[in-house]
């Protein structure tokens, strides 16, 4: 009993941790089925247990298609209009508040990925208004964050074939 008393008060990943933190990318799409579950039932309760020795990257935009409109983007997602909002939302909400991951995981696990936005941002980052979310969305910023979400997911080696899509360490 005593044995066991003592590894749980000892924090054995942080003290015997060597290397940097495994990162893990996911490359999804806000409103697919299957990169829902993913998130929700596999990577989000795998980060809660192992966040010492990961790290998560999030991409949403999947097999989005970005094309140039002047200064500008339009982006076709696969699930429609919704889908490209889901997408702006969630890539908007990362580059806003430390409490990402936990907004998305809220909103991936609801009924309504959209609707849910300002109940979960209520709940993680009360700080963080859904008029300031869509400022971004339907901004410079919001453009520019889904650009780079583009280019990193064009970027990929190999290519993602499907989503969702998992690196390890790149």
Same mark, same amino acid.
């Given at each position: ?25 996911? &490359? =999804? ?17 795998? =980060? %809660? ?8 990257? %999030?991409?949403? =935009? ?10 500008? =983007?339009? &982006?076709?997602?696969? +699930? ?40 979960? %941002? ?24 889904? +650009? ?11 290519? +993602? ?10």
């Amino acid at each position: 009993m005593q044995v066991l008393k003592q590894c749980l008060e000892s924090d054995f990943l942080r003290t015997r941790q060597t290397e940097d933190p495994v990162q893990v990318g996911l &490359y =999804y799409e806000s409103l697919c089925p299957g990169c829902r579950l993913f998130l929700t039932e596999m990577l989000f309760p795998t =980060y %809660l247990l192992l966040n010492k020795i990961m790290s998560v990257t %999030l991409v949403p =935009y999947g097999n989005a298609l970005e094309k140039p409109d002047g200064q500008k =983007y339009i &982006y076709e997602c696969q +699930h429609g209009k919704q889908e490209c909002l889901g997408n702006m939302m969630e890539t908007c909400i990362m580059n806003m508040t430390e409490m990402a991951f936990p907004i998305i995981f809220c909103m991936e696990s609801s009924v309504d990925v959209i609707g849910s936005a300002e109940s979960c %941002l209520k709940i993680y980052a009360p700080e963080l208004s859904m008029d300031k979310v869509m400022s971004c969305v339907n901004g410079d910023m919001g453009m520019q964050l889904m +650009h780079q979400n583009a280019l990193k997911t064009k970027a990929l080696n190999p290519p +993602h074939q499907y989503v969702p899509w998992v690196t390890i360490n790149g």
